[in-house]
């Protein structure tokens, strides 16, 4: 007897619309046409109490045919299975951080996903354009995306200061041609810094809110004022990124969405090389043993054996000195 033939129904949930956009490409590149997944609907209603996706209120019912049109398929079988979540969590949160350094085809293989079954309302890519013709246009542009440092507990290394953002930025601007750097960020501390830096070849998205400090807090969390508005900014600033020509970035959802929306966009880590090093073999762990908690603990292991193999040596030559017979 042949399996049920079912339509999966990928169900939005509490994280950012862009972590739920993600989602949707994850389900579909892992479930689709297996276990008799012949169809896939997505639907993100929103509920009272959705304090990390503000992006509508209760009364919007469900808001992706806001942002994006329905999924097209020849059929939608009646059987249903509803998920919600990440099929696998490799491109998410600090597993992001291993698929963006062991995986040299996640670009292109996420971007095929993207390219079959998503699409933007017209809308939504108009006011893209918009921004694109009038301030990107005929010019080398770099991106950089900074989140607000509350994230720091989602990233392997600590954020680094925006100062540091605007330096590896600087290594990648032409020295033969016009440029714009373009900056996606809900820290307007960081948005002052670019634009001292960069003056007005700095492009942001108008209109935007941004959390005045570290005291404010993460405007995308906890907001009281939810709307589709705010899920318009955030895509936005993400489809800008994807159009420039490499990125200058931390592990986020924002960032490995660019990367797939374009995969010939160079995506660069904001890092030490120590931290790029020292993320390697962080990675290679997650890779062998699959949990993240292991992974870190082995991390910090080899990460701190040389300081430990250093005072053994200097404790077991202290007690070969102290038993040699004195002169």
Known sequence: MGRT??????????????????????????????????????????????????????TDGNV???????????????????????????????????????D???????????????????????????IHRADMVGHYCVGAHYRHPAFG???????????????????LLPDDRPWKVILATDFEPAVVIFRSAFGNRLVLQPAVRRSAGLAEGHVHHGNREPS????????????????CKSLVHINSNVATAAGYINPALKMVFCETPGQAAWGYIWSICLSVTGLDFIARRLYRFLKAFPRRARKLVRLIGTSVVARLPSK
């Not at 079912?6 to 479930?31: A, D, E, F, H, K």
């Not at 996420?110 to 390219?115: P, R, V, W």
């Not at 989602?154 to 953002?165: K, M, R, S």
Request: with cysteine; hydrophobic share 40%.
């Open 104 to 130: 040299r085809h996640w670009q292109r293989d996420y971007h095929e996903i993207y390219k079959r079954y998503i699409r933007l309302r017209p809308a939504i890519l108009e006011g893209v354009e918009e």
């Open 64 to 102: 992706w045919p806001h942002f994006f049109e329905p999924l097209s398929f020849d059929r939608f079988p009646s059987a249903r299975r509803e998920v919600r979540g990440y099929a696998r969590l490799g491109m998410t949160g600090r597993h992001a951080y291993a698929m963006h350094k062991l």
């Open 153 to 171: 507990i989602q990233t392997l290394h600590p954020i680094p200061p925006p100062e540091t953002f605007v330096l590896w930025v600087r290594r």
């Open 5 to 58: 033939k079912r339509t999966l129904i990928i169900r939005g949930w509490q994280s950012g619309l862009v972590s739920n956009l993600n989602g949707v490409v994850n389900n579909l590149r892992y479930r689709l046409g297996r276990r008799g997944i012949e169809a896939a609907i997505v639907e993100w209603p929103i509920w009272k109490g959705m304090q990390q996706f503000p992006y509508g209120k209760p």
């Open 228 to 243: 589709l508005a705010l899920g318009e900014q955030v895509l936005t600033d993400c489809l800008l990124l994807s159009r």
